[in-house]
């Protein structure tokens, strides 16, 4: 079967990141695979094996998810968005999916809502009306108005065959983020965690005993790096590895190596082998967005999280909150990072670790495909 997926990832590269592990495994069970991607080009994801089409990219302004930025830096325009929509409705025409998917849409995503539409509303109209799937994360943003939420429900009573829940409810219930009434409880389908396998540690041990400290693939998280190199000073037995995202990761590695002066740190943009450096290191520091709560859990690391709050932002927190029960994991808020509170958590953890890896509950995308199907065949 044809299976589309489409996403935009606005601020780091974590929607896009579980799109792609998705449309992997729709990939390995023999599926064509077009995934539609809407935000600045990630070329360190692995989108082997299917098609990649871009629409002309959007990054948000900061956490600001009403304004959002061409790939210059200026304000999308109204002809900007339209050429979006033109571009993904005949996306939609000529590749005729049989399977739709719609990352984070109708859940989030709103300043978007015309480009997603037009895409319901064209896949409708094919010969052959796909299956059409929601696929979104444990936690989501919880709505601002009730509003929001009836307009998502409305959406999906609209357009959808079934939402697509990459947790596993009696682990993390939808309800703890969004409210579920009794019409979206029905469409809902609990996939479990969504995640790669854990890769081998790496062949040339790098990351080995080292700190490693990381804050997505996007152009956030300075303060964290910071903080971390204040760390290190007061662990010089420790080497600290700093992976910097974004398309302006030259000129902040440059900033934050005049501040590494005199430091055991290396500082580096972000790495397609992060995942094979986990398992060898001593700590990782990071944010606590949903592949990397998934990457710690899988490799048993001791972790440091600092949450993502600013703009209001409360996904990670309460993702944090769910993990803070664990062994040698530490969440530490962002009103209280410092160079000094950061060495002492990871000093605490590494005391603590390391923690047993979790081999079970990760085959989300797997799941996400046998679901697929099954509402395929009861489609014919």
């Known amino acids: ?31 064509e695979v077009m995934v539609v991607t809407g935000g600045m080009p990630a070329p360190q994801l692995d989108s082997s094996g299917m098609t990649l089409f871009g629409l002309p990219p959007l990054r948000s302004d900061g956490t600001n998810f009403t304004r959002l930025l061409t790939e210059t830096g200026k304000e999308a325009d109204t002809a900007y968005h339209e050429a979006r929509v033109t571009a993904l409705v005949q996306a939609v025409k000529t590749f005729q999916p049989h399977v739709l998917i719609t990352e984070l849409y109708p859940f989030g995503r709103r300043s978007l809502a015309a480009e997603f539409d037009a895409a319901l509303s064209t896949a409708t109209k094919l010969p052959v009306r796909p299956v059409i799937l929601g696929s979104i994360r444990d936690i989501l943003a919880p709505p601002s108005k009730p509003a929001k939420a009836e307009r998502a429900d ?27 009434s009794d019409q979206l409880a029905g469409r809902l389908h609990y996939t479990g965690f969504v995640a790669p396998e854990l890769p081998q540690p790496h062949p040339d041990l790098v990351g080995e005993g080292e700190i490693l400290v990381s804050a997505g693939g996007g152009s956030v998280g300075q303060p964290i790096f910071r903080a971390a190199i204040e760390a290190a000073r007061q662990m010089p037995n420790r080497r600290w590895r700093l992976l910097v995202g974004g398309t302006d990761a030259k000129a902040r590695i440059a900033e934050l190596s005049e501040q590494a002066k005199g430091t055991s ?28 709560a998934m990457d710690i859990l899988q490799s048993g ?8 709050d600013d703009g209001k932002e409360v996904e990670q927190g309460l993702r944090g909150q769910s993990l803070s029960g664990l062994s040698a994991i530490e969440v530490l808020e962002s009103q209280s990072l410092s160079g000094a509170a950061l060495a002492q958590a990871v000093e605490r953890i590494i005391a603590d670790g390391p923690r047993a890896k979790q081999d079970f509950g990760f085959d989300g995308a797997a799941q996400s495909v046998r ?6 065949e009861l489609r014919a």
Not at 3 to 14: A, D, E, P, Q, S
């Open 1 to 31: 079967m044809k299976v589309m997926i489409i996403v935009t990832h606005l601020l780091g590269t974590g929607h896009l990141s579980r799109a792609l592990t998705l449309g992997r495994a729709f990939r390995d069970d023999g599926h």
């Open 301 to 308: 690391t001791p972790a440091v999280f600092v949450p993502f």
């Open 371 to 376: 679901i697929a199907k099954r509402l395929l």
């Open 154 to 180: 409305d959406l999906v009573n609209q357009y959808y065959d079934g939402v697509l829940v990459h947790s596993t409810e009696s682990v993390t219930p939808l309800s703890v983020s969004w409210p579920v």
């Open 265 to 292: 740190v290396i500082l580096e943009p972000v790495r397609p082998d992060f995942r094979q450096m986990l398992p060898l290191a001593a700590a990782s520091v990071s944010m606590c967005g949903y592949n990397t």
